[in-house]
């Protein structure tokens, strides 16, 4: 059995137009932003679902809401954001600078500054995100679903999943981007069958 799973990443938002890591902080999308996603989305720039799934986070339930406004969301606490600690907030070059953060960048092992969320619990957690969207499509017998979430997610998912077997950088995703793949039951693989 093969399911069509869209994972798209959240619109733009003020902290992150300003170069800074988002992590937690829970922000609306921008106005300019809002518009550009509507306008892709009536531009049929998005797969069409019978299932919808996001994060808690305001920026990616926004972005749900404009590209499927007639789908209600199903909200996946596991599909959050790696908790960053200290690092929220922050730019690359306001990390670089700083020898608490710079340490926890170059190796991401230990717990992030200021008590975020260790790699290893982020890495499980996205996983179960995942196979809690396959549990449901199978058993609502639904071929295709959509999720919204966030960059490091999406790429730890297709990390994981996508076959031939990737790194995290090898999935590049814009605002209101991602990519399409279709799932094997079988053998717990994916492959790309498209981006968005």
């Not at 992150?16 to 937690?24: E, P, Q, V």
């Not at 200021?114 to 996205?126: I, L, P, V, Y």
């Not at 605002?175 to 994916?190: L, M, N, P, Q």
Request: aromatic share 10%.
């Amino acid at each position: 059995m093969e399911l069509t799973i869209a994972l798209i990443r959240n619109g733009m938002t003020k902290t992150a137009k300003k170069g800074c890591y988002l992590g937690t902080l829970d922000e609306p999308l921008l106005e300019e932003e809002k518009a550009r996603i509507q306008n892709k989305a009536a531009e049929e720039g998005y797969p069409a679902t019978q299932l919808v799934y996001t994060s808690s986070m305001l920026r990616c339930r926004e972005t749900a809401r404009l590209v499927y406004p007639s789908i209600p969301a199903i909200v996946l606490k596991e599909l959050l954001p790696m908790d960053l600690g200290a690092f929220t907030g922050h730019s690359y070059n306001q990390v670089i600078l700083d020898k608490q953060l710079q340490g926890w960048f170059s190796s991401q092992e230990a717990l992030p500054p200021g008590g975020g969320e260790d790699s290893h619990t982020f890495h499980t957690r996205c996983m179960l995100a995942f196979q809690e969207i396959i549990k449901e499509m199978e058993h609502k017998q639904i071929a295709t679903a959509a999720a919204f979430a966030h960059r490091d997610v999406i790429g730890n998912i297709l990390q994981r999943y996508c076959v031939p077997r990737s790194y995290y950088k090898d999935w590049p995703t814009g605002y209101g981007e991602g990519y399409i793949f279709a799932y094997d039951v079988r053998t717990s693989t994916a492959k790309i069958k498209g981006k968005i």
